[in-house]
């Protein structure tokens, strides 16, 4: 699965628990059915959906590297808030979309604490890879101040992004 | 697999053109045209379910958006939809600068 | 008003240039029609009945004459020569091509214009009282706060897809012109009773259409520099716990009365507390940044202004009818806001021609600072008249015919476009204001008749306002026939309430007559002319009107609806 940041395709070292390569050293990402195989000692990931509650979530990833939120359509924003909240709540570790986002959300899954976001194939062929590629050049200047900072209204954005 | 919802007939295929957004009828040319006179006409469900098809594929070539069968009166030519509101959509606004307001 | 700072114009010119490769890339087929519909719907672009129908943002009503006149270029080059106002002090263009909609919103943008937002699940313009800055009980032109409030929900990347729209309104008069107590969000500027200090009363989830609700008051005072932390509270819960198995169920109003009020505050509060308000909040120097745009007017008083007036009114029988309803108090001496009905007699309501808006764009320059208002209920606004103008301007209103003296009465109708144009009508709207107008046509009956709340909402969508109209009149469908139903008593004010039904609906032909037997009615039964429709109503019950309905059956009514 292509995996995408702000500054393009990146190598992608996690993958599904199931189906996983036999004697991958990589990470696996682990959804709500799955187990880990037996002596796995590589770094861990979890797959929420998008209306999982933060505090239980967060609490189950403890000790987790990397969580997978899932966006069942385009259209359900509820992945942004759970970022957001995941983020606030503390996790540091990678945080990543799955699902059929556009190309033009990029920016705003960026802009909620996501790291990256990963690209069903399909919707890479159809749109290809030059749309999300040229998404950050075509949502340069928002109002609102990137999860980092804490998401508000840019008095300070306004002026970096002036000068 | 259960049986087709029937369509009733006879019917005209009616959308809008994606790039201007007027309404288009299928037409009995295999094209789409302004002009309800030269719609295509499905008189039986076979040629109904054939025109679904044309709407579908049309929709996927990026042609039109919106394209769905619409039944009409038997017997009354250009077409004249049973519903009024279909009716509506052909002849354009009863109100406004460009009104008119014969259904 | 708000001007474009560099930022502001990057911001749109960006948005620009999303759309036009959006555009493209929906041509080419690389984005489907599911993709698209979204992605052009938060940029005002919507499919209708016989074309595309563009939306464009006029923040919270106010426009420039330069926008105005832009505006008109645009009706004339792209469209067919006119626009019309809607009921959330927008413009719709009714038959722009797809192709053509990059280029307009670079023109637009040119004018510091744009369509952001305009629709989609998203947050929508904000609107404010037509009167701000105007109205002499004003704690506080309420413009600022919705500027702000515009900025913080523009392409907010973690609201763009929310279960549904999301509508916001705010006044800062205790006279409530914005019908913020249905809407979404309501904001109402007030002092703190103790302190005196500046803040908002807080409602949410009110609306129309379906299931109209009015708003629940969810914090009585919230201190003026915490509003957008707060937002970003009841947006977040709304976000995440707002209904998506149901379009008809989606909106916030749903998830309040599903969750009950307290559990829902709960929710707000708990949210609130945890999030970084300091983050999201402007610090004063923003809101006192933002605020110097809408300094009040530099008018100076005209004591001698009203007794010109007067004397130009007592020779004239057509400004005097003007003066009597078209003109609102202005804070400073000598000054009204003029209303300029887009309400002529047989004439689509909101309607302006590009003619007309130049028009009014050349008078604003001339009357009232170049300054212009779109109100929710569908007219324009000259906001800074000197009383002694208000005779060469009817006049020229006049030639432009735009003089119609009937702001605030029963012709002053708020209709939605309807099935002549909205591809989600069951009925036509239009014609039923043109017909009821016609008949009310006498400017002493309207007189007579006062303020009526008359709303036609052509499906039950309500973007009519039926609900709170005094008269509602919501067009459906039965046997294959157009079906109005009428209900009585709604008011958009502070002391919101919806309107309860008449009865069995009737057909488009009968609508002026029951009309007419209602406001017979009610002149028969009020105690004084300042007993307006909505009182009677309130005073007499639904059923004292159920006559209106029998005497104007032609056939024996229906049993069920």
């Known amino acids: 699965m292509p995996l995408l940041d702000a500054t393009g395709l990146i190598a992608d070292d996690f993958r599904d628990a199931a189906g996983a390569p036999e004697g991958w050293t990589g990470g696996l990402l682990l959804d709500r059915d799955g187990s880990f195989p037996n002596g796995f000692s590589g770094r861990r990931g979890l797959v929420l959906p998008g209306e999982a509650k933060a505090e239980e979530a967060f609490a189950t990833a403890q000790g987790f590297d990397a969580i997978a939120i899932t966006f069942p359509v385009f259209s359900d924003g509820r992945g942004f808030t759970l970022a957001r909240r995941l983020r606030r709540l503390g996790w540091a570790g990678h945080l990543r979309t799955r699902g059929p986002l556009l190309p033009d959300q990029l920016v705003m899954a960026l802009a909620c604490g996501f790291d990256a976001v990963e690209i069903a194939p399909e919707l890479l062929d159809r749109h290809g890879l030059e749309s999300w590629l040229a998404a950050p050049r075509l949502q340069r200047h928002r109002y609102q101040r990137n999860q980092a900072d804490g998401l508000g209204v840019a008095v300070a954005q306004r002026l970096e992004q002036l000068s | ?103 | 008003m708000y001007r474009y700072d560099e930022f502001d114009a990057a911001i749109v010119a960006d948005r620009v240039a999303e759309f036009r490769a959006q555009v493209e890339r929906r041509l080419s087929g690389q984005l489907t029609e599911d993709e698209f519909k979204p992605l052009r719907l938060q940029n005002g672009v919507y499919l209708q009945l016989h074309a595309y129908m563009l939306r464009i943002a006029i923040p919270y009503g106010t426009l420039s004459s330069h926008q105005l006149r832009r505006l008109a270029e645009i009706a004339e080059r792209y469209d067919r020569g006119y626009g019309h106002f809607t009921t959330r002090q927008n413009l719709q263009f009714n038959w722009p091509s797809l192709v053509d909609v990059p280029e307009i919103l670079e023109k637009l943008a040119e004018v510091e214009m744009h369509c952001i937002q305009t629709s989609g699940n998203c947050i929508r313009n904000v609107t404010a009282d037509h009167f701000a800055g105007v109205a002499a009980d004003e704690v506080e032109d309420p413009r600022p706060t919705a500027e702000l409030v515009r900025q913080w929900s523009t392409f907010h990347p973690e609201f763009a897809f929310l279960p549904r729209k999301f509508k916001i309104a705010v006044t800062g008069s205790p006279q409530d012109r914005a019908a913020t107590m249905v809407h979404d969000i309501g904001l109402v500027i007030r002092r703190h009773p103790d302190t005196g200090e500046i803040g908002y009363r807080i409602s949410v989830g009110g609306g129309l259409g379906r299931t109209p609700m009015i708003g629940r008051v969810i914090r009585d005072f919230l201190p003026k520099r915490e509003l957008l932390a707060y937002l970003e509270a009841v947006l977040r819960v709304y976000n995440a716990e707002g209904r998506r198995d149901n379009k008809y169920k989606a909106r916030i109003k749903i998830l309040v009365h599903e969750t009950g009020l307290e559990e829902f505050r709960a929710l707000v509060e708990a949210e609130y507390a945890r999030l970084d308000g300091p983050s999201v909040d402007v610090g004063d120097q923003e809101r006192a940044r933002i605020a110097a745009y809408f300094a009040p007017a530099a008018l100076q008083a005209r004591p001698q202004a009203q007794a010109v007036l007067d004397r130009a009114a007592a020779r004239d029988a057509g400004l005097a009818a003007f003066v009597a309803n078209n003109l609102f108090p202005h804070r400073v001496e000598g000054h009204a806001a003029v209303t300029v009905s887009l309400k002529p007699i047989g004439a689509p309501p909101g309607d302006a021609t590009a003619d007309q808006m130049r028009a009014v764009a050349d008078l604003a320059d001339r009357y009232s600072q170049g300054e212009i208002r779109v109100s929710h209920e569908q007219n324009l606004i000259l906001p800074h008249v000197a009383l002694d103008d208000v005779p060469a301007l009817y006049a020229a209103l006049g030639k432009a015919g735009l003089a119609s003296a009937n702001a605030g009465l029963i012709t002053d109708i708020i209709a939605c476009p309807g099935l002549d144009y909205c591809a989600l009508a069951t009925a036509r709207s239009i014609p039923i204001a043109q017909a009821i107008a016609e008949r009310f046509a006498d400017p002493a009956r309207q007189a007579q008749i006062g303020a009526v709340g008359l709303k036609i909402s052509g499906c039950i969508n309500a973007c009519g306002h039926h609900h709170v109209g005094g008269i509602g009149i919501l067009g459906l469908e039965k046997n294959g026939i157009e079906n109005y139903q009428i209900t009585l008593g709604g008011d958009p004010g502070l002391d919101a309430s919806i309107g309860e039904r008449l009865g069995p609906g009737v057909a488009a032909e009968e609508v002026p007559d029951v009309v007419e037997a209602l406001i017979a009615l009610y002149l028969t039964e009020r105690q004084s002319p300042a007993e307006r429709f909505t009182d009677v109503v309130r005073r007499k019950g639904v059923a004292f009107f159920k006559p209106a309905l029998t005497q104007t059956q032609r056939e024996p009514s229906d049993a069920a609806a």
């Open chain 2, 1 to 103: 697999m259960s049986k087709p919802d029937t369509i009733i007939l006879p019917a005209i295929l009616l959308a809008n053109d994606l790039r201007s957004g007027a309404v288009v009828f299928r037409t009995k040319a295999d094209g789409w045209s302004r002009d309800a006179a030269l719609a295509l006409v499905a008189e039986t469900q076979e040629a109904a379910e054939r025109l679904k098809g044309e709407a579908l594929a049309a929709v996927n070539r990026n042609e039109v958006v919106d394209a769905y069968l619409v039944d009409i009166a038997e017997g009354v030519w250009p077409p004249r939809p049973n519903h009024f509101r279909e009716r509506r959509k052909i002849t354009g606004p009863s109100a406004g600068p460009h009104a008119v307001l014969t259904e």
